[in-house]
C-alpha cells in the first residue's frame, strides 16, 4: 500500500498540470521569461547570438507575438552590439523543450521562429516537469528526516501553504526563474545528503552540475555551495573533520569546481565575445535597479504590506520558529542553513527592486522553500509532544494559515490583490473580499505605466512646491540663453529627491519656454527629464519639439508632466534640461516646475 505522502505527491502534481493546462497564458514567452528564453532563438535559428547590431529581428517578433511592453530585455552596448540583460541559465535548462518545439513545429508547419505555439506549449511543458521533479525530491528529502505523516503535512504546507503554489501555477507560465531554482535546490540537498553518506563520485557531479546551472541562472546562487561545504559542521571540531573529509577526497571537490567553472564559463564566453570582457555587469546600465548591500530592505521584504513575504505567505513563521527544534534535534545541518538562509534574505532584500515587480508575496524568497521546509518538518515534529489543547491550536492554525493563502491565491489570480501596487489602507479594504469595494483602487500605490504613456489627473493631488529657474544659462544675469552647435544643453535645473518630497511618489509639470529662430521642424531638440544614480540615468522622459507647433521667432511653452520613479535612493538627482539635437540657434528661457503630492 502506498504511503500517504505518495498520494499527497500524487495531488500535487495533478494540481500542477491541471492548473497550467487550464489557465494557459495568451503568450508564454513574455515579459522576464521572454528574456530568459532569447538566447536560444537567437542562437539556434537565427545564428546572431555575437552578431546582434540592431533589435530589429526581436522587434519584429514582439511584434508578432506581443512579448514585452518595452524591449528592456536586452540594450545595446557602447559598440552597438546588442546583449541580453539575464544570464543564460534558464536557457539552458528550456534547451531540450525548446528542441522539442522546434521539431514539432517543423514538422508541423508551424512559423519556425522559436515563439509560435509549438515553442510556447513545449516551455510550458517544461515548466511542469523541473517542477514536478523538485516535489518529488523534496518528498524524499523530508522521508530522509521524518516518518510519513509529518512529510505530508510539510508538503502540503509548502505547495498550498505559500506563494509556490501561485507561481508554479498560475503566474510566469510555469518559466520564471523561482520554480526552477525550487527544483534545483531540491536536487543539492539531496545530492548533499547522499555525498555525506555514501561519498560516491555521482553526487558530487550532480552537485556540480545543479550548483553550476543554479549560477548560470542567477549568479548571486553562488551561495548554494554553502550548503554543502557547511554540512555536518557545528563547531570547530567539526570544521576540521569536515575540512580534513574534503582535503581526503579532494580530487571529488576539484571536479566539484571544475563542473561549476564550466557551466558557469558558458556566461562568461559569451560576455567576452560581445563587451571584450569576462566580467560584465549586464545591470550596469541601467541606473534604477542594483544591489544596495549598505541598506537592505530587510524589514519591507519580511512584513509590507506592499510585498511582505511574512504577510502573505504566514505559514513560514512556523518554519522560522522550526529553527529552534531544527537545533535541538538536528545540529548536523543547523549552520549551513542558517548561514544560507541569513545570506540570501540579506541579498534579495539588497536589490533595489526588493518587491520584485508583478508577483504574490515575496518570489525571490521561493527557492529556499526545499530548505524552510526542514525547520518546518522539525516543528511540526515536535508538536506532537505538545499538550492537547496546544496540539489542536497548532493544527487549525496551520490549516487555516493554509486556507488564508489559498484565498489570497485566488484574489490574486481575480485581480483583486494587486501584484506591486498594495498598500495598507487598500490590503484592509479587500481583506477576505471576494470583489474589490466601491472606489478601493484609489487607496492602490500610484500606476506606474509599462509602456512610458502618463496622464496626470490632478485629482486627489495638491501642488506642494513651486520651482523656478529664470534663466538656463551660465549667466544668472540673462532671462534666457542661446543654445547651438557649440553649446546644445542648458544649464539643468536639479533637486534630490528628498528635497522634492517624503512621499512615495510625486508628479512634476514641467514648463519651458522656448523660442525658435529656424524653423522647429527642421531643427529638432528636446525638453528632458530625469533622475540619476551615482551619474547613471534612469527614468528619461524626452518632449521633442520638433512634433509640437511651434511658433518661429516667438516664445512659446512646452509642458510635460512626470511621474517620479521608484527612487533607488533618496539622494538621486532630479535633472530638467533642454538638448538641442539640431544644429540652428534656439532660445531657452525661464522653466517653472510644479511638485504635486497625493492628498493622503
Given amino acids: 500500500m502506498k504511503s500517504a505522502s505518495f498520494y499527497i505527491v500524487l495531488l500535487i502534481c495533478c494540481c ?7 489557465s ?15 538566447y536560444l532563438p537567437q542562437l539556434i535559428i537565427h545564428h546572431n547570438l555575437s552578431n546582434l547590431h540592431d533589435a530589429a529581428s526581436i522587434q519584429h517578433i514582439i511584434d508578432t507575438y506581443h512579448n514585452t511592453g518595452t524591449l528592456y530585455q536586452c540594450y545595446p552596448t557602447e559598440t552597438g552590439t546588442w546583449i541580453m540583460r539575464y544570464t543564460m541559465g534558464l536557457s539552458l535548462l528550456y534547451l531540450p523543450f525548446f528542441i522539442i518545439g522546434h521539431c514539432i513545429a517543423l514538422m508541423g508547419h508551424y512559423p519556425a521562429d522559436g515563439f ?9 511543458a517544461g515548466g511542469i516537469v523541473y ?7 523534496l518528498r524524499k528529502i523530508l522521508l530522509h528526516y521524518f516518518d510519513d505523516l509529518v512529510s505530508s503535512v510539510v508538503l502540503i504546507a509548502v505547495f498550498f501553504g505559500t506563494n509556490y503554489f501561485f507561481h508554479v501555477a498560475f503566474n510566469g507560465s510555469n518559466a520564471m526563474s523561482h520554480n526552477y531554482l525550487f527544483s534545483i535546490y531540491c536536487f543539492i540537498i539531496w545530492h548533499t545528503i547522499k555525498w555525506h553518506e555514501t561519498l560516491k563520485l555521482k553526487h558530487i557531479c550532480w552537485l556540480g552540475i545543479w550548483c553550476g546551472l543554479a549560477v548560470l541562472a542567477r549568479p548571486s546562487e553562488l551561495i548554494g555551495l554553502l550548503i554543502p561545504l557547511l554540512w555536518n559542521v557545528t563547531d570547530k571540531k567539526s570544521l576540521k573533520a569536515k575540512i580534513k573529509l574534503l582535503s581526503d577526497y579532494r580530487t571529488q571537490l576539484i571536479l566539484l569546481f571544475i563542473l561549476i567553472g564550466a557551466i558557469g564559463s558558458i556566461q562568461l564566453i559569451y560576455w567576452k565575445i560581445i563587451t571584450g570582457h569576462f566580467i560584465f555587469d549586464s545591470y550596469g546600465t541601467s541606473g534604477g535597479e542594483g544591489f544596495e548591500f549598505l541598506h537592505p530592505y530587510v524589514w ?37 542553513l542558517t548561514v544560507f538562509l541569513c545570506i540570501n534574505l540579506y541579498i534579495i532584500s539588497s536589490w533595489s527592486c526588493w518587491w520584485y ?52 491565491t485566488w484574489q490574486a489570480d481575480k485581480g483583486i490583490l494587486d501584484f506591486s501596487r498594495m498598500s495598507k489602507q487598500y490590503y484592509q479594504a479587500i481583506f477576505l473580499k471576494t470583489h474589490v469595494p466601491k472606489n478601493a483602487e484609489q487607496l ?51 533637486s534630490t529627491y528628498a528635497d522634492l518630497t517624503k512621499k512615495d511618489h510625486i508628479w512634476l509639470h514641467v514648463t519651458m519656454h522656448i523660442k525658435p529662430l529656424t524653423d522647429p521642424t527642421k531643427n529638432p531638440g528636446s525638453l528632458v527629464v530625469q ?34 520613479p521608484e527612487v533607488r535612493n533618496v539622494n538621486d538627482k532630479l535633472k530638467v534640461y533642454y538638448w538641442l539635437r539640431g544644429k540652428q540657434p534656439v532660445l531657452i528661457g525661464p522653466t517653472l516646475i510644479g511638485v504635486w503630492e497625493r492628498r493622503f
Fill in 16 to 22: 500542477i498540470i491541471g492548473f497550467n493546462l487550464f
Fill in 24 to 38: 494557459i497564458p495568451q503568450n508564454i514567452l513574455s515579459w522576464d521569461v521572454f528574456g530568459y528564453y532569447l
Fill in 116 to 124: 509560435s505555439l509549438p515553442y510556447q506549449y513545449s516551455i510550458l
Fill in 131 to 137: 517542477s514536478i521533479a523538485g516535489i518529488i525530491y
Fill in 300 to 336: 519591507q521584504v519580511l512584513f509590507s504590506f506592499r510585498k511582505g513575504w511574512l504577510l502573505y505567505t504566514p505559514v513560514m513563521l512556523f518554519s522560522i520558529l522550526g529553527m529552534y527544534f531544527l537545533y535541538r534535534k538536528n545540529t548536523a545541518i543547523f549552520l549551513a
Fill in 357 to 408: 515587480a508583478e508577483s504574490f508575496s515575496q518570489r525571490s524568497l521561493i527557492q529556499s522553500y526545499g530548505l524552510l521546509a526542514l525547520p518546518l518538518g522539525y516543528f511540526i515534529d515536535a508538536s506532537r509532544k505538545f499538550k492537547i489543547y496546544l496540539r489542536i491550536s497548532f493544527y487549525s492554525l496551520l490549516f487555516l494559515l493554509i486556507a488564508f493563502n489559498l484565498f489570497q
Fill in 444 to 494: 492602490l500605490m500610484v500606476n506606474r505605466s509599462t509602456n512610458g504613456e502618463e496622464k496626470f489627473n490632478h485629482e486627489g493631488y495638491i501642488k506642494t512646491k513651486e520651482m523656478r529657474a529664470l534663466f538656463s544659462g551660465l549667466d544668472d544675469k540673462l532671462l534666457y540663453k542661446q543654445l547651438d552647435s557649440n553649446c546644445t544643453f542648458s544649464k539643468a535645473v536639479e
Fill in 531 to 564: 533622475f540619476e544614480h551615482n551619474g547613471v540615468a534612469y527614468k528619461y522622459k524626452a518632449l521633442d519639439a520638433e512634433k509640437l507647433k511651434l511658433k518661429m521667432n516667438e516664445w512659446n511653452n512646452i509642458e510635460l508632466d512626470y511621474l517620479s
